[in-house]
């Protein structure tokens, strides 16, 4: 289908979305990522997940394809996130906002509860409009969670460091609530992955090398799940934090200037 001229208040992949939904007729409906690659049964597990865990979305997250040092240092960071701070037991359920992750590489949603949610025209205007439509799902009273989807799916968001750099500073300034959720986020990051190998080297700190033990033993643990690389780069996990940090900040500072766009559009 031929796509309409972008309205006032709409950004541009929100608006896509929402023309798709409009000329789809299944019961389950399917947002892909161009970049993404499936398995030949991907969509078939996906609404099989969807049902047999009687959960009104699902976000399962494709297997991130890094290349080069700056996307093998950031890229992992995605699943190990929400991997590692995300009760997925809880968030299945709840309402809460922070316990919202989601990507719109591979979003999967029961039809009746996207048109209970607004569909996309509740998100319109949002940069994560994957996150935010999970949790307009979540606020008309349905459920949802992300789950591991590298078994059904791969991608490779970015292939190079400006890519990469561009990509993420175009959203990172709404992930955390305002500047001052993002100085909280980065500070605890920083505070758990970065000071105690810091603390190791400069003072050699036994509590410092179990700190950062513990970090990398982490990034494994991740990494084998969703079939990431482990040597080198979970030895990097400190770095990782640090870049994404400044990355956080990165966002920040172009959204004070309002230098922020993606693909040629202005974003914020």
Same mark, same amino acid.
């Given at each position: 289908? !031929? ?59 494709? /297997? @991130? ?26 968030? $299945? ?11 719109? @590489? ?8 996207? @048109? /209970? ?5 509740? %998100? ?38 400006? $890519?990469? %750099?561009? =990509? ?12 001052? =959720? ?60 640090? %870049? ?9 500072? /172009?959204?004070? @200037?309002?230098?922020? !766009? ?7």
């Amino acid at each position: 289908m !031929t796509g309409k001229a972008l309205p006032p208040g709409w950004l541009g992949k929100p608006h896509a979305c929402h023309q798709l939904s409009q000329a789809a007729t299944g019961s389950v409906l399917c947002f892909v990522d161009a970049d993404v690659t499936f398995d030949p049964r991907a969509l078939a597990a996906a609404v099989r997940l969807l049902r047999s865990s009687r959960l009104d979305a699902i976000s399962p997250y494709p /297997r @991130q394809l890094a290349d080069g040092p700056g996307p093998r240092l950031v890229q992992p960071l995605i699943e190990w996130s929400w991997l590692t701070m995300l009760p997925l037991g809880v968030a $299945e359920r709840s309402p809460r906002p922070s316990l919202a992750a989601a990507t719109g @590489q591979f979003f999967v949603i029961d039809a009746d509860a996207y @048109q /209970r949610a607004g569909g996309h025209a509740s %998100v319109a205007e949002e940069v994560l409009d994957d996150v935010g439509l999970l949790r307009a799902v979540k606020r008309s009273g349905g459920s949802g969670v992300a789950a591991d989807g590298s078994a059904m799916a791969q991608c490779r968001m970015y292939d190079s460091w400006d $890519e990469l %750099v561009d =990509g993420y500073t175009k959203s990172l300034w709404t992930a955390f609530g305002g500047p001052a =959720g993002s100085l909280a986020v980065v500070g605890a990051l920083g505070l758990v992955y970065v000071a105690p190998p810091v603390a190791a080297l400069l003072t050699g700190s036994r509590a410092g090398w179990v700190g950062y033990g513990a970090g990398v033993l982490g990034r494994v643990m991740v990494a084998r799940t969703t079939a990431q690389p482990v040597l080198p780069d979970v030895l990097a996990h400190p770095v990782s934090i640090a %870049v994404f940090g400044a990355l956080v900040a990165e966002s920040w500072r /172009r959204r004070g @200037q309002g230098s922020l !766009t993606w693909k040629g559009r202005s974003v914020g």
